[in-house]
């Protein structure tokens, strides 16, 4: 409840929005809430979606596909995503996704 008070309080502040957004998500996933978790990290994407360079978010979110039953599909959306808008240097093997290289646009 803390780190989503942070999401409130300081959406202004981009680095302490990100970490207070993947600390919110870490916590959700510690109380069995991996939907709640998700959501937050997904949330963060749709409303900045310059987010996609955090590396660390992006990271957490394919780790947290991992553990869904829809995670091929949802980690190919992020892919996709990641390969669309991320800085040239984006490290894709932050997607864990087993060394294979975003489709071609």
Known sequence: AQFDAALQLQPSNRELYLEAANN??????????????????????????????????????????????????????LQCLVAAAADDDFDMSTLNIGGSAPPAQ
């Open 24 to 77: 919110a998500a870490v916590c959700h996933l510690y109380c069995c809430r991996l939907s709640s978790a998700i959501s937050t990290l997904e949330g963060v994407l749709k409303s900045d979606p310059a987010a996609v360079n955090d590396q660390t978010l992006v990271g957490n979110l394919a780790n947290l596909y991992q553990m869904t039953d829809a995670s091929a599909a949802a980690k190919e959306t």
